[in-house]
């Protein structure tokens, strides 16, 4: 299976390569990344390509679709975004990861004064996308994570009462990012299965930096695509 992994910056490209490519190669026996239109580098290691999209949904999104509508013949056949991300304690502790069973647009609707709506509750589109199950519970599995909904914010949570109502909101989610829902939605525009990867540097709560351990979720999310690199190459779609 072909697959295009996307990640919002280069740390987070290279963690994966990392991975996927088992020792670092040596720089003068690196193959060297290609750049898009649009200035994005994407990486090549076997079945797998790995995309720099930039920050955010709208970043995520355009960079994706960009790579998707370049694509040579046959194309992918799968989409995933990986990268570090926020964890709800305690289920996703700092260094852990977690595989999205559903990929949720957590800040894309409306306030109102009853609350919180989503964009398909005010009838304008979707809101969430879902894996396909049994690659998402494959890739837990194989990888050690948490299998939870993984929500997708344009604004990263800093304080205590945002925690609250997205917990509130979303009782069940392990992990927020900002670009899971974007890659998703391009996936989906291409008729892809999308699947997300999360490795937690941080309590998704009150900003504290000095609490910040991304070294050791970049070292967790190598560990989990080597695990996971033959989980996906031997995936066979959607059944």
Do not use: C, K
Request: no cysteine; aromatic share 4%.
């Amino acid at each position: 299976m072909r697959a295009l992994i996307v990640t919002a910056v280069t740390a987070e490209a290279d963690s994966v390569v990392r991975g996927l490519s088992g020792p670092v190669p040596h720089p003068d026996h690196a193959p060297e990344p290609r750049t898009l239109p649009g200035g994005y580098l994407i990486h090549r290691r076997g079945a797998f390509d790995v995309l720099v999209a930039g920050v955010g949904p709208a970043a995520a999104a355009a960079g994706t679709a960009t790579a998707l509508a370049l694509a040579a013949a046959p194309g992918y056949g799968l989409v995933v975004s990986a990268g570090i991300g926020g964890g709800f304690a305690p289920a996703a502790p700092i260094g852990s990861l977690v595989v999205a069973d559903a990929i949720v647009a957590a800040d894309l609707g409306a306030d109102t004064p009853q609350g919180f709506l989503t964009v398909t509750e005010l009838g304008f589109g979707r809101s969430v996308h879902l894996p396909p199950a049994e690659l998402a519970a494959r890739a837990a599995e194989a990888t050690g994570a948490l299998l939870a909904p993984v929500l997708t914010v344009s604004t990263v949570t800093g304080t205590a009462a945002r925690t609250t109502a997205l917990a509130a909101r979303h009782p069940l989610a392990g992990a927020e990012a900002m670009e899971g829902f974007g890659v998703a939605e391009a996936a989906a525009a291409h008729g892809l299965p999308v699947l997300e990867v999360r490795a937690v540097s941080n309590a998704v709560g009150p900003r504290d930096r000095d609490a910040w351990r991304i070294g050791e979720a970049l070292t967790a999310l190598a560990d989990g695509f080597r695990a996971l690199g033959p989980v996906l190459a031997s995936w066979g779609g959607p059944s």
